[in-house]
């Protein structure tokens, strides 16, 4: 079945770089988008940016221009984010979610299960 | 930005009540609105796309209606699995915004 399978928590340093997986399968990796998007503790859902698996195209939030680096590597079927200069304020779970096909990239149909990050000192 | 305002922001039903969540946009998104379920430490759900057109394997009670700035989410008939917090996203433009969710307890 289709799954998002994302690696596991991480714990941070203020100033240090976190880069978090996102393993796909149960369909054609290059034929979907892949968003990121992370929910702080107790709070709302935040888009971070896109990245087409085809050609590694990356459009980012721009709240996160600089800092914000989404890879991907076709042979493995996997996405990687990261994210550097971390600050206590990133501390969230972050998700990679599919964007659902027929045209409808900006929808989100498949989620992870999510990376808690923690930055910390 | 798009800005996404839901209201309210938390309500209290019981089980087969009619529940409606509405979702404001700071500007015109025609249909390009949709929404999710998310249980504690669970990942949102995709509930409806594209303002009414309902995902597959969400039950038919689900239901959205709206286009523009106005956009709403109806549960016909509240049940024990549906309480939990809602999301509405606009898929507009980037970049993708999402209301602030509806916590939807049980009375």
């Known amino acids: 079945q289709v799954q998002l399978v994302q690696s596991g928590a991480e714990v941070k340093k203020p100033g240090a770089s976190v880069k978090v997986s996102c393993k796909a399968s149960?369909?054609?990796?290059?034929?979907?988008?892949m968003h990121w998007v992370r929910q702080a503790p107790g709070q709302g859902l935040e888009w971070m940016g896109i990245i087409n698996p085809s050609g590694g195209g990356t459009t980012y939030a721009q709240k996160f221009q600089g800092r914000v680096t989404m890879t991907r590597d076709t042979s493995t079927r996997t996405v990687y984010m990261e994210l550097s200069s971390l600050r206590s304020e990133d501390t969230a779970v972050y998700y990679c979610a599919r964007g659902r096909g027929d045209g409808y990239k900006y929808v989100f149909d498949i989620w992870g299960l999510g990376t808690m990050v923690t930055v910390s000192s | 930005d798009i800005q996404m305002t839901q209201s309210p922001s938390s309500l209290s039903a019981s089980v087969g009540d009619r529940v409606t969540i509405t979702c404001r946009a700071s500007q015109s998104i025609s249909n390009y609105l949709n929404w999710f379920q998310q249980k504690p430490g669970k990942a949102p759900k995709l509930l409806i796309y594209?303002?009414?057109s309902l995902q597959s394997g969400v039950p038919s009670r689900f239901s959205g209606s709206g286009s523009g700035t106005d956009l709403t989410l109806t549960i016909s008939s509240l049940q024990p699995e549906d309480f939990a917090t809602y999301y509405c996203?606009?898929?507009?433009?980037?970049?993708?915004?999402f209301g602030g969710g509806t916590k939807v307890e049980i009375k």
């Open positions: 594209a303002a009414s």
């Open positions: 149960g369909y054609t990796f290059t034929s979907y988008y």
């Open positions: 996203q606009q898929s507009y433009s980037p970049p993708l915004t």
